[in-house]
């Protein structure tokens, strides 16, 4: 405490050095700790060092060993996809490295008597502020001197009427200053200051809500669990295949028993499926960059095609931001009116509303004030008084009515115009009254406009009775202005309410006010909800939710406690907005969206920055992360009916005591024609299929089937080899993967449907290329194909038909199980009450 009030006493000249010095030792600097994201080498080693990579790693390395490098092929999957993984993780880990709340690169503060523009984390507790107008408050800090100083802590509060800071009160971190000077000493820094502590837990390190992703881990899970007992009846049935193990076994078989088992496991892992999800993600991603909208973590850009409900901030996301001029409405105008109204937009420590009057009215220098009186947002008026020697009355207030028009007096009653604003005043208008000017001016508040009254009078109050209103104030005009809705707003609020997602507005102004602006953009909404009446009970919480639209008067909490209460019951959340009161929201929302006027806070923590601040851009947004939640879905059946096969088969054939059929470089063949190469451009075609839940369920209710049929079809070609006639192993395996390859390609076929000349051109060109490979001496030898005999060939092909019709029947059994989503009719999409845009 002596401490506190020593350096309180020595304000005037600010802090010495040697008092800096003594505060940067113990710590009372700006600076931010920065521990919230993870190393580069925890990235490294949770992308890396994972189970199935450990798998595919352990029979990389066995297979080179064993000098079997052409059956090592399916390693540059597994590394394809740790290192998209360790890229996509670490620009995110960039990302929130540079979350900072503050623009400002520098700050002013006065030291030993003279001011210094010095890094804003080299600010110590104590420091003296030096604020004018367009700086941003770099830390918590109390006012020592004001003149005139207002600031604007809309991207703290959402509020975005400017606040009055007079001597004694707080100004807080992220906080702009619009108007006026002043000085401030600053009483808290670093993590201690608003700014760091409401954006603290956006810093946290989170990756987003992805169906795709989340159902891709399910599945790992579930083969994790397999993996072993499917490797133990693998190796047992190879070794008893070849003698059992009380035989020796030569150092062939044993390499060809290990050969078989790493291809049974390598088969039951879906590698391909996790790097075309992150193939069709990073495409997606650059996609959409080229329509200036920023992907700041892959998995995002399916999120908008699932969400249901769109939360938007009302400040910087459906309008503009800051205020235009609308009109004039005159009452009893008087000579020089116009001047006036120059005067105070062209007046340097103007408000910001007051200087939206220098658009319309241009100050020409002919009136030269004799004193003045600041705004004050807690006097809501500012004056000035004037020679006299323009013929205009000496003295004018700018300021609101209900505070400017206080008293009902009969000296200034005028004729009250009751034609349109512009026209001249007719000279039978009833007599103007105090409450005819304010009953206008509400009316016109109510319409979403805020309104102020220029009044003209004889004198300022003197110094010392900055508070007290001029005697005998006449009102001349009302004054109106508006925020401007962005142009784009109207026509994809429509889009998304046809899409079926409901609208909700959260905002910090009030509830007047943004129910007004969402009328302005569509919404039929009667009125707002005042947070400041929100329930604390959550099911409560959850019910206001449902039941309205727009919210307004809502604190950065609140926000987070609206989103969680939508959460709760079952939507998928996206959230828009610019402040860093919203950031805590997008945080918590299953998508964030930051405007490109957002704070960097904002930005930091939003899954996507629509860097040209296009609202329109979210429908681009939503088309592709429908193409690729749609074409995931449809490359999945694949994979993971190769997954189910490869699971039948190691576990039937190791209970039959069988070989396994393949080996590892067979697969790849297989694999490339009926998988991964379509795969790659399914998964890139344009799909705007409309997105409902339950993707993996779909996935596997078509894929475990399909994969059940494989299994059977080779059960079956394996059974009768014996009986086609004399074969060898090699040529039992190439039977083998002409079946596999038939079926697959019927697979293929069923998940592309509806064909179109993209899809058809594809199916075509992979049977093109099976029949040419099957010729092709030196496929032939790589792969370690050879003509089966001619019954042996004939049984192939049969079994791959009969697995063929198989698929047919599930194709259309799952196609009537599950039919095509499309897009709901214009108007079908929303419940009555739930943002709907109005027809009006």
């Known amino acids: 405490m002596l401490h506190r009030r020593a350096s309180r006493r020595k304000t005037a000249g600010g802090l010495t050095q040697e008092e800096v010095s003594a505060r940067v030792a113990r710590g009372l600097t700006n600076r931010v700790p ?11 080693r949770a992308n890396v060092f994972t189970l199935f990579n450990a798998i595919v790693g352990t029979s990389f390395l066995v297979l080179l060993l064993l000098g079997q490098w052409r059956d090592a092929l399916f390693g540059l999957a597994a590394v394809g996809n740790a290192v998209i993984g360790v890229v996509e993780e670490y620009r995110a880990k960039k990302s929130l490295d540079r979350l900072a709340v ?8 006065l030291r030993e008597g003279e001011i210094h523009d010095i890094a804003t984390e080299d600010v110590v507790r104590d ?3 030096v604020l004018r107008a367009g700086d941003q408050v770099i830390a918590d800090a109390t006012v020592l001197e004001s003149s ?7 991207l703290l509060t959402g509020e975005a009427d400017p606040v009055d800071k007079d001597a004694g009160s707080e100004v807080l971190s992220g906080s702009i200053v619009v108007a006026g000077r002043g000085k401030a000493q600053v009483v808290r820094v670093g993590a201690e200051s608003f700014a760091s502590r409401i954006t603290a837990d956006a810093r946290r390190f989170s990756l987003v809500n992805s169906e795709i992703r989340n159902s891709l881990n399910r599945i790992l899970r579930w083969i994790a669990w397999v993996l072993l007992p499917v490797a133990v009846l693998v190796v047992n049935g190879e070794v008893q295949a070849r003698g059992g193990w009380q035989a020796p076994l030569s150092t062939e078989d044993w390499t060809s028993a290990l050969v078989g088992l790493i291809a049974s496991l390598i088969a039951v892992v879906p590698l391909g499926l996790v790097l075309m999800t992150s193939v069709a993600f990073a495409v997606g991603g650059v996609r959409l960059a080229n329509h200036n909208v920023l992907i700041q973590e892959l998995a995002a850009v399916e999120g908008l095609a699932r969400v249901d409900v769109l939360c938007m901030d009302k400040t910087g996301t459906l309008t503009e931001g800051g205020l235009v001029f609308d009109a004039v409405h005159p009452l009893a105008p008087e000579p020089g009116w116009e001047q006036v109204l120059a005067w105070f937009g062209a007046e340097p420590e103007a408000n910001g509303t007051a200087r939206c009057l220098s658009t319309v009215f241009e100050d020409d220098g002919g009136l030269q004030s004799v004193s003045t009186v600041p705004f004050s947002s807690a006097r809501k008026w500012s004056g000035v008084s004037f020679d006299g020697s323009t013929g205009a009355a000496r003295t004018w207030i700018l300021g609101a009515p209900e505070m400017v028009l206080v008293q009902d007096d009969a000296s200034w009653r005028q004729p009250l115009p009751i034609s349109a604003p512009g026209t001249p005043i007719p000279h039978h208008a009833r007599e103007l009254s105090r409450n005819d000017v304010l009953r206008q001016a509400g009316d016109l508040a109510e319409t979403g406009l805020r309104t102020l009254v220029l009044a003209s009078g004889e004198h300022l109050p003197g110094e010392g009775k900055l508070e007290q209103l001029p005697a005998a104030l006449r009102p001349v005009a009302l004054l ?47 009125q707002g909800f005042d947070a400041r009446s929100l329930p604390e009970d959550p099911l409560q919480l959850e019910e206001v ?13 609140q926000k987070r406690q609206m989103v969680e209460a939508l959460q709760r019951r079952g939507h998928t959340v996206a959230m828009t907005g610019d402040g860093v009161n919203d950031a805590l929201a997008l945080k918590t929302a299953d998508l964030g969206i930051a405007m490109d006027s957002a704070s960097p806070a904002t930005k930091a923590v939003a899954r996507l920055v629509l860097l040209d601040g296009r609202f329109d851009r979210l429908p681009e947004v939503l088309a592709e992360g429908r193409q690729v939640i749609a074409n995931i879905e449809r490359v999945s059946s694949l994979f993971l009916s190769k997954t189910v096969y490869a699971i039948a088969i190691a576990v039937t054939f190791g209970l039959l005591q069988w070989e396994f059929p393949f080996l590892p470089r067979q697969l790849s063949f297989t694999d490339g024609l009926t998988i991964g190469i379509p795969a790659f451009f399914l998964a890139l075609m344009p799909n705007p299929r409309r997105y409902q839940p339950g993707f993996l369920r779909r996935s596997l209710w078509f894929s475990v089937p399909a994969g059940l ?12 080899a014996p009986l086609a006639g004399t074969a060898t192993p090699e040529q039992v395996s190439s039977a083998s993967v002409l079946t596999l390859s038939l079926v697959g390609l019927w697979i293929l076929s069923a998940v592309s449907r509806p064909l179109n000349a993209g899809r058809l051109a594809v199916l075509v060109a992979m049977c093109a290329s099976l029949l040419i490979l099957l010729n092709l001496p030196l496929a032939q030898e790589f792969f370690l194909l050879a003509r089966p005999p001619d019954g042996l060939l004939l049984a192939a092909v049969a079994c791959g038909a009969g697995g063929g019709v198989g698929v047919e029947v599930l194709a259309r059994l799952h196609a ?18 739930e943002g709907v845009p109005s027809s009006r």
């Open 480 to 526: 109106t202005f508006r925020e401007q809705p962005r142009s784009d707003a109207r026509e994809t609020l429509e889009f998304f309410r046809s899409e079926g997602v409901r609208l909700k507005i959260i905002s910090g102004d009030d509830p007047r006010t943004v129910a007004a602006i969402a009328r302005r953009v569509g919404l039929d909404v009667l």
């Open 709 to 720: 049929i494989v299994t059977a079809s080779l059960l079956t070609l394996n059974a009768i």
């Open 545 to 557: 939710m449902g039941a309205n639209v727009v919210f307004g008067r809502v604190t950065p909490a």
């Open 148 to 154: 005139g100083l207002e600031v604007d802590e809309s």
């Open 127 to 129: 420091d003296v502020l």
């Open 34 to 44: 920065d521990t919230t994201s993870r190393s580069l080498w925890q990235i490294f």
């Open 816 to 833: 009537r199980v599950f039919p095509a989503a499309e897009a709901l009719p214009a108007g079908e999409g929303v419940p009555a009450g």
């Open 102 to 109: 503050l623009n400002a690169p520098h700050a002013r503060v």
